[in-house]
């Protein structure tokens, strides 16, 4: 979305080290993992999973086809939390809350626990302004947010529209499927779920792959995360109960589990700090040094060559 009306919400990234660390900040004990694939053997090694954020490209729509809601419909009577976007750019935060505010029992720190506790009752206009009038939330937010190094104001360059992404849910709540969007005026209903095998995962990939094949072939303009429990824990526990157990086939292959997670987090750290980072003058030095040395012109074309390798890796995973 763009900046305007922001109220001081800065964009996020669709990243899961940036919504981990957001989870962290609400002391909420979960983590959020990339999906590449809604394949069964995917979303199973997940497990459990709490709900699935979902970023796709924004498109505004017309009042024709605001009840185009795939097999869903609107939910008046929503039996849970639910607020409405009332800023730009915080879509990404109240998605992770509306997710939040429909996990029973739900581990939090006093300050969203709070803010829980004082929009109970409220409607989803009310709940959506008073969540994104909390100004440490906010801070939490924007905390993750890349720094604005750079102003084109004053320099009466034509505007140019920029494309906007917007995240979304999936949850279950009482036995069914649910969609909330911010920007819809209720959550969408699509349906039952069997509560055996894969639970309601699996009417939740029907869901979002359909809603995926809309797209055209090779899109890439979507990206799926999910919000689970972190195993770091429940690994610990078990390393504990095998120890002594040397050659062990379980508690080999825990070990590596365990040593990619702590891997990832250190990864997920070092990104985050980066984030903070006003990298502007590191990057105009490099070019500067590398224009000077003649090199500028074959270092954007590697670059170019390394875009396009990613790209291709991706389009072959979604594909």
């Known amino acids: 979305m763009s900046d305007e009306d922001s109220s001081g919400w800065q964009l996020t990234e669709s990243d899961p080290g940036v919504f981990t660390e957001l989870l962290k900040r609400l002391g909420v004990p979960y983590i959020v993992d990339d999906l590449y694939s809604l394949d069964p053997e995917s979303l199973a090694a997940l497990q459990p999973i709490h709900a699935l954020i979902f970023l796709f490209k924004w498109l505004p729509q017309s009042p024709e086809d605001e009840h185009s809601l795939g097999a869903g419909h609107y939910d008046l009577d929503f039996p849970g939390f639910f607020a409405h976007q009332t800023v730009n750019n915080a879509c990404a935060t109240l998605a992770v809350v509306n997710a939040l505010g429909n996990i029973p029992s739900l581990p939090a720190g006093p300050q969203f ?37 750079i102003s084109l104001d004053g320099l009466d360059l034509p505007k140019q529209s920029e494309e906007a992404y917007h995240f979304i849910v999936y949850l279950p709540v009482l036995g069914s499927l649910y969609e ?20 309601w995962v699996k009417k939740a990939r029907e869901v979002i792959e359909s809603r995926i094949h809309t797209y055209p ?11 689970r429990d972190d195993p770091i824990p ?14 062990d086939a379980e508690l080999s292959d825990l070990m590596n589990k365990f040593s990619n997670e702590n ?14 980072h006003n990298h502007i003058g590191l990057v105009h030095a490099l070019l500067l040094a590398l224009a000077k040395a003649g090199q500028l012109d074959s270092a954007k074309a590697d670059a170019q060559r390394v875009m396009q390798g990613r790209s291709e890796k991706q389009r072959a995973m979604h594909s």
């Open 113 to 149: 626990e709070d803010l829980m506790n004082f929009t109970t009752g409220m409607d989803p206009q009310t709940c959506g302004m008073a969540i994104t009038s909390a100004d440490w939330l906010r801070e939490a937010h924007n905390a993750l947010s890349p720094p604005s190094a």
């Open 180 to 199: 909330l969007d911010g920007l819809k005026p209720y959550p969408v209903r699509h349906g039952g779920y069997d509560e055996s095998g894969e639970g």
């Open 217 to 227: 072939t090779g899109a890439l303009e979507f990206s799926l995360l999910a919000l």
């Open 234 to 247: 429940g690994m610990r526990r078990r390393l504990d109960a095998l120890q002594g157990s040397a050659g």
């Open 263 to 276: 891997s990832k987090r250190e990864r997920w750290a070092f990104e985050n700090s980066s984030r903070r």
